[in-house]
């Protein structure tokens, strides 16, 4: 059974960063597509940010691209999300996502997430 366990949320200023991070057990990156999600207060859950299991495909959000990238590190059996120019808008609680793939084709905002961490809160200041 995977499990994910995320860190790295807080507060911060419009304009500052937070480099949330996402460990992995009962399972290895490298076998997993990973992904980021979020969940603002009285809105859907929506994708960040993905990588497929063999780092090759990165999939960003147009709200997150270019100021957020997503990183795998097989050493630590992680993923990072690197967040920079924060704006209020996304404040939010930050979940990490695993797929097992089930064929070899990549759709990393629509792939079925087995997987889910307990989310971290993020929030943003103006």
């Known amino acids: 059974q995977v499990h994910l366990e995320e860190s790295g949320g807080g507060l911060a200023q419009t304009g500052g960063s937070l480099r949330l991070s996402c460990a992995v057990s009962?399972?290895?990156?490298?076998?997993?597509?990973m992904a980021w999600f979020r969940q603002a207060p009285g809105k859907e859950r929506e994708f960040v940010s993905g990588?497929?299991?063999?780092?090759?495909?990165?999939y960003y959000s147009d709200d997150v691209k270019c100021r957020f990238t997503i990183l795998k590190d097989h050493a630590t059996n992680s993923i990072y999300l690197r967040m920079n120019s924060l704006k209020p808008g996304d404040t939010a609680v930050y979940y990490c996502?695993?797929?097992?793939?089930?064929?070899?084709?990549?759709?990393?905002?629509?792939?079925?997430?087995?997987?889910w961490g307990q989310g971290t809160q993020v929030t943003v200041s103006s």
């Open positions: 990588i497929s299991l063999t780092g090759n495909e990165i």
């Open positions: 996502a695993a797929s097992e793939p089930r064929t070899s084709d990549v759709d990393l905002p629509r792939q079925t997430y087995e997987y």
């Open positions: 009962g399972g290895t990156v490298s076998t997993l597509h």
